[in-house]
């Protein structure tokens, strides 16, 4: 069983002791696009590999993202890591110096020009924030963080030099007089406008208790919280409570260490406890920048006005100070990402009834999205590690700080720049940046997989062919063999077999390559119900009651899908030009073509229940047996 290692350490290399090692973790931008990037991941480690004189194997590209200030660029995250327990400090400072020095050749026909944005590993001096121009006399040989980069400058310059040392020193006391004048003056204006404010009556303050709420969380911090911001915050934040940032401290014990819980791109999350003993979840944004400031407000906006039982509720906000914190209900058990790949695997691993109910529950907080909510929102960002977990393993859904709000009915794209996760972006997304509420469709199949089989969306590790999760599963889907190839081996033997073989024909679906083969939120959820054997009206449902099956030739039938079709699935639910079956309400499928909208037959009765807010039991039961090889 492979170590979880914690960051910053990796797993080492395949073929050696298996251990947790230290690399050397660089982040690079690259001059081309996301989508471009996608192809081109190993030749980039090749790369790398030569520049710094590494094996290929010792170089693995953990992420990529489009550059936040150009969406032409793409930021990419590697890891180098050591053939023992860690590199030694001469190896680790050639690595650095190679890189800052650009003695890296890394192709530019492929890459573009590339920057460095830094290079760590303990023991190396911290990384300048931008890469050091060594041919050209502008770097700050003074600032700390350049020594090691620092350029010798020879003596002939030493005369220039002191002149242009004394006219520094004669503008920098000309400067220091203008500023001392401009602060006399300004510090006069406050004297007299305090005066002023002592002669006038106080106004009087506002009656409603929540209507001095947020003036008094924002008055404390005049300087950051513009007016902009400050009307947003009002507008947003609905119910949600303000709290100040003595309450958050008081909640999270001085946001002390040992209390994180999680940590992101944009923020650390602490467990907390308020001071009426309810426990809660504290995430702190790590920067202040407008990036920051747009995904805080997105996500307490979504947050405010969306409601449902497998999204992760919002209870209030702190916007004092240098502070951004939003504080959510705590979801106690952890992340299904932690329990296929991380630390709850080993004490919590889950069996195949759980994953069916984290399934389901996930599906329905994506259809209450997709259909149900007003207006649409598009996640964007949905992955196995932002599906949240009770100790019952009820999921429920978080962080909405890349989510925007659908179109129209949700068919129309929205045109943006890439953001998400490597390995859960849809490839129209990717290559476009046309988003769709089934671009969020792709990311579920994506999780559906990683129920299925335990891995991980994009695993470096894994040997070559099997690093990519979809492009590995999906020529498995399609027969008994070869779902039991790819199954968790994790679920063991005694597991009903023609419910991984219904989920794995839901996954397929999703993970479609074309959209508008795609199923929508409100489809995946009702036939993950029959799945789960959720509702009597379904267990009463003769056309489903003989279940998938898998022929004595070894290809996944639709004889219990109840329609006129060939019982053989592969030309039908795998093609690109696939029909798709929708339900009705009596759980029978009907068949609606894939050249128009997908649409689920709602009746009377349907209406009233919703599609992703059904009232059948949360727990999934079902039947067990040994798999027998045929």
């Known amino acids: 069983m492979a170590l979880n290692c914690q960051d910053p350490l990796t797993n080492s290399l395949p073929g050696t002791t298996c251990l947790c090692v230290w690399p050397i973790k660089v982040e690079l931008r690259l001059g081309i696009a996301l989508y471009t990037f996608f192809a081109l991941v190993s030749e980039l480690a090749q790369d790398i590999a030569s520049g710094v004189l590494m094996k290929q194997s010792q170089v693995r590209v953990m992420g990529a993202n489009a550059a936040t200030e150009d969406p032409e660029k793409t930021v990419v995250l590697i890891d180098l890591v050591p053939l023992g327990e860690k590199f030694d400090k001469a190896t680790a ?200 400031t747009r995904e805080f407000l997105a996500e307490l906006e979504m947050l405010s006005r969306l409601h449902h039982r497998n999204l992760v509720k919002l209870i ?63 996640h964007r960002d949905f992955k196995s590690s932002n599906i949240l977990l009770e100790h019952d393993f009820t999921p429920k859904v978080s962080d909405f700080g890349l989510a925007r709000t659908a179109i129209g009915e949700g068919n129309e794209h929205i045109s943006t720049r890439v953001m998400g996760t490597f390995g859960y972006v849809a490839p129209e997304y990717a290559m476009t940046g046309h988003l769709l509420v089934k671009s969020d469709v792709y990311s579920y199949g994506v999780v559906l997989l990683e129920l299925l089989t335990g891995r991980k969306p994009v695993d470096i590790l894994r040997p070559p062919g099997q690093e990519n999760l979809v492009a590995w599963a999906c020529p498995f889907l399609t027969s008994r063999d070869g779902l039991e190839t790819i199954i968790d081996p994790s679920l063991g033997n005694s597991i009903l077999f023609d419910s991984i073989a219904k989920v794995a024909a839901i996954a397929s679906m999703c993970v479609q390559p074309e959209v508008d083969q795609r199923p929508f939120m409100g489809e995946v959820v009702q036939a993950l119900k029959l799945v789960c054997d959720e509702g009597s009206e379904f267990n009463e449902s003769r056309s489903f009651s003989q279940d998938l099956h898998i022929q004595d030739s070894g290809i996944i039938s639709r004889a219990s899908l109840d329609v006129d079709v060939e019982p053989v699935v592969s030309a039908e639910l795998f093609n690109a030009s696939a029909h798709y079956d929708t339900l009705d309400a009596s759980g029978s499928f009907r068949r609606y073509s894939s050249s128009g909208p997908l649409r689920v037959g709602r009746t009377g009765h349907n209406r009233e229940r919703g599609l992703s807010t059904g009232s059948s039991s949360e727990h999934c039961g079902t039947q067990r047996f040994r798999i027998d090889s045929e």
């Open 93 to 292: 400072l050639l690595v650095f110096e190679r890189f800052w020095h650009k003695q890296v050749n890394i192709n530019s026909m492929h890459f573009g020009n590339y920057d460095v944005l830094y290079v760590t590993y303990q023991g190396l001096p911290p990384s300048p924030p931008t890469a050091p121009r060594m041919n050209n006399g502008l770097s700050n040989v003074n600032d700390p963080r350049l020594h090691p980069l620092a350029v010798d400058v020879g003596n002939h310059r030493e005369t220039k030099s002191r002149g242009i040392i004394v006219i520094i020193v004669l503008s920098s006391v000309f400067a220091f007089i203008l500023c001392s004048g401009a602060a006399l003056v300004i510090c006069f204006k406050i004297r007299n406008r305090n005066h002023l404010t002592e002669e006038s009556p106080m106004p009087p303050k506002p009656a409603g208790p929540g209507s001095a709420v947020v003036g008094s969380r924002l008055g404390s911090r005049p300087i950051s919280a513009s007016p902009s911001f400050s009307s947003s915050i009002v507008t947003y934040k609905g119910t949600a409570k303000t709290f100040s940032l003595i309450e958050m401290e008081r909640a999270t014990q001085r946001f002390d260490n040992s209390r994180i819980i999680g940590e992101g791109g944009f923020g650390r999350v602490y467990e907390g406890i308020l001071e009426d003993g309810e426990r809660v979840a504290v995430k702190i944004l790590k920067r202040d920048d407008q990036q920051v």
């Open 316 to 378: 209030g906000i702190c916007t004092e100070e240098h502070i951004r914190c939003l504080v959510y209900e705590l979801v106690p058990n952890g992340s299904v990402e932690s329990h296929l790949h991380g630390s709850d695997k080993g004490t919590a691993p889950l069996d195949w009834d759980a994953r069916l109910k984290i399934a389901l529950g996930a599906a329905r907080a994506l259809a209450y999205l997709h259909e149900d909510s007003s207006p649409r929102v598009i």
